[in-house]
Nanobody
Framework: QVRLVESGGGLLQAGGSLRLSCVASGSIFSINIMGWYRQAPGKQRELVAAITSGGSTNYADSVKGRFTISGDNAKNTVYLEMNSLKLEDTGVYYC?????????????WGQGTQVTVSS
């Protein structure tokens, strides 16, 4: 069984910083890409940032220059450093990973962690 577990969400004021972590566990052979998505109330889930096992990154335009995604392949962990947070960054942040495991290849999601930015 493969699991993704996020941590690091919370409530903070606009302009603040927060760091999210996501750890993948289970019978994992390799992880091709890990990423963070978010879903604000009443909106569709959207990609925030992603990183490949080779270190290539991709960001949503709305977070470029403020958020940084990084990964630790040895620990099957991905981080999202969020700075200069805005009210519109509020939402549930989900970790996503494309994983090859004993069960085959699949796309996995974490349970989500709430980030609330207040004025």
């Amino acid at each position: 069984q493969v699991r993704l577990v996020e941590s690091g969400g919370g409530l903070l004021q606009a302009g603040g910083s927060l760091r999210l972590s996501c750890v993948a566990s289970g019978s994992i052979f390799s992880i091709n890409i890990m990423g963070w998505y978010r879903q604000a109330p009443g909106k569709q889930r959207e990609l925030v940032a992603a990183i490949t096992s080779g270190g290539s990154t991709n960001y949503a335009d709305s977070v470029k220059g403020r958020f940084t995604i990084s990964g630790d392949n040895a620990k099957n962990t991905v981080y999202l450093e969020m700075n200069s947070l805005k009210l519109e960054d509020t939402g549930v942040y989900y970790c996503n990973a494309a994983i090859r495991s004993r069960l085959g290849s699949g796309d996995y999601w974490g349970q989500g962690t709430q980030v609330t930015v207040s004025s």
